[in-house]
């Protein structure tokens, strides 16, 4: 059982294995008479495989960077690439299916054989443009969200028709047909697995922005790009050339996220009205690289360099002179392009800081003065200077006559005694204190009466307990007197038992 196989069976709740004779047979043949069976089969495959290339399950069907036509199918786990911190991780399709024999293969069960029904699967996805013929993606300028490819005009014909029409020709076969009573056969073509292409394409402006603190860092090289996302859809595998190609391809056309003119790539921040990559971005994108690049080669070389002193000091221990001193002749060496490297990337590393801190300045200056022609449109609806200090001026003029008619109202009122106003607040001064004097008298003659109830409870108290101390020692003293008692009437007793004892003897 294939790796393909195996992961379908264990992930996918629809290849459970009483559904498997039905997943595996022609159930293209239900389409009319079964439906709602026939659309779920279709499903099922359907997300088994595209989940399953997003996992990197899929074997790749690339060899090289832009190869197509005439080449192997590598198998997964052929073809690798450098993973972060020197390990290794496969390369495989992840937003590309290709359809033919190998994918059977892969697929064949050896209770079930081979699913007979892929050609119909792969007819409605297409249809349903949830799986892309590549050719036809690549040709095509319109967007994927668009809902229908066209190529000539409104009125004339679709890609997709013109590409049946193609079918029907060579093979005889009008790919999709309702009156087909068969699956079609199998076509050998590369799909874009839709789902997988925008799910990798938002993951990877998701991070890009994330992670940018500065428009410098929006900038990639083709190789950094590669090298950054590699891993967008999953930790264990890299995506493909092809992948990559698909990826920036709809990055660029389709969802305008970048500008991409071949090698050099730039995330649109928020407020990007550029049209294209500048003679600038490119040197940024080639400053990034060899950073990136000689950073490796100076960990590189710290790492032979520790080795070279760990051979050294085997050979020493082993009493090999001749292996120590070639091992620290090649540590010195190793040291001395260490020192050359870390130097040029110390000197390249500030001048891509000046380069980030003068890209911050061009854009702090922009808005600086954007906000200019901001306040000098906001002055000109004020009207000036001028304006400001005459609207002012009469703005105080007409909050003095508002006071000046407050005055006069005021004079208009009522005259009021101020003397019996004094009279009236002491009054109320006088009760509020009679008043206060009054409860707390209250209050001292409360907690008085509290006192003497506890004093008289103590009393109480002390009277029961020296009562019942005198009844504990009258019983004391009375016990005592019959134990007195108790103790003469035994020695009495013992006496005269004594005496009987001896009289007895004496008879004897």
């Avoid at 359809?99 to 892969?106: F, G, N």
């Avoid at 010195?332 to 110390?346: G, V």
């Avoid at 800081?353 to 200019?372: F, G, L, Y």
């Amino acid at each position: 059982m294939s790796d393909l196989l195996a992961y379908i069976l264990a992930h996918e709740d629809a290849f459970r294995k009483n559904r498997l004779p039905s997943l595996y047979s022609d159930f293209a043949l239900q389409k009319n008479t079964n439906p709602d069976g026939y659309a779920v089969n279709v499903a099922a495959w359907e997300r088994a495989l595209t989940n399953a290339a997003r996992r990197g399950c899929i074997p790749s069907s690339s060899v090289g960077a832009g190869a197509r036509g005439g080449r192997e199918l590598s198998s997964l786990s052929t073809i690798k690439a450098e993973g972060d911190g020197g390990g290794v991780r496969t390369k495989s399709d992840h937003l590309i299916l290709r359809t033919d024999d190998a994918l059977l293969r892969e697929l064949e069960s050896p209770e079930w054989g081979r699913p007979v029904a892929l050609g119909a699967v792969f007819d409605e996805a297409i249809q349903k443009r949830t799986m892309v013929p590549l050719q036809l993606y690549r040709s095509s300028g319109a967007s994927l969200q668009a809902r229908q490819w066209r190529l000539i005009d409104p009125g004339a014909l679709s890609p997709w028709n013109v590409m049946s029409w193609g079918l029907k020709q060579l093979k005889g076969i009008v790919v999709g047909s309702d009156n087909m009573e068969a699956s079609p056969r199998l076509q050998v073509q590369e799909l874009v697995l839709v789902e997988n292409l925008k799910e990798a394409a938002s993951r990877v402006v998701k991070e890009a922005l994330g992670r940018s603190s500065s428009k410098v860092d929006l900038i990639y090289s083709k190789e950094s790009f590669m090298g950054e996302f590699g891993t967008a859809l999953n930790e264990d595998t890299e995506l493909s050339d092809t992948d990559f190609d698909v990826l920036l391809l709809y990055l660029s056309r389709d969802s305008n996220a970048i500008l991409y003119d071949g090698r050099t790539i730039r995330f649109r921040a928020v407020n990007d009205t550029s049209t294209g990559i500048s003679q600038q971005d490119t040197t940024i994108a080639s400053l990034k690289t060899i950073i990136s690049d000689l950073t490796k080669q100076v960990a590189n070389l710290e790492g032979k360099i520790d080795e070279l002193n760990a051979a050294a000091k085997t050979a020493l221990n082993n009493k090999n002179r001749v292996s120590a001193l070639s091992a620290l002749r090649s540590k010195k060496l190793a040291e001395h392009n260490l020192k050359r490297r870390s130097d040029t990337l110390a000197q390249l590393e500030e001048v891509y800081t000046k380069i980030e801190q003068a890209a911050d300045q061009v854009e702090i200056v922009r808005v600086m003065e954007a906000s200019t022609g901001v306040l000098r449109g906001l002055h000109a609806q004020v009207g000036g200077v001028e304006k400001v200090e005459d609207i002012v001026e009469e703005l105080r003029e007409e909050m003095s006559k508002v006071d000046e008619i407050g005055s006069i109202m005021n004079e208009a009122g009522p005259v009021i005694d101020e003397g019996e106003i004094d009279d009236e607040l002491e009054a109320i001064e006088s009760q509020e204190r009679q008043a206060k004097e009054e409860k707390e008298a209250e209050e001292i003659r409360r907690r008085l009466a509290e006192l003497d109830s506890i004093q008289h409870a103590a009393k109480e108290a002390a009277r029961k307990a020296e009562a019942e101390q005198q009844d504990t020692e009258s019983v004391l003293a009375e016990s005592l007197g019959k134990l007195s008692q108790m103790s003469i009437e035994d020695s009495s007793k013992g006496a005269a038992q004594q005496g009987k004892e001896h009289q007895r003897v004496s008879a004897e």
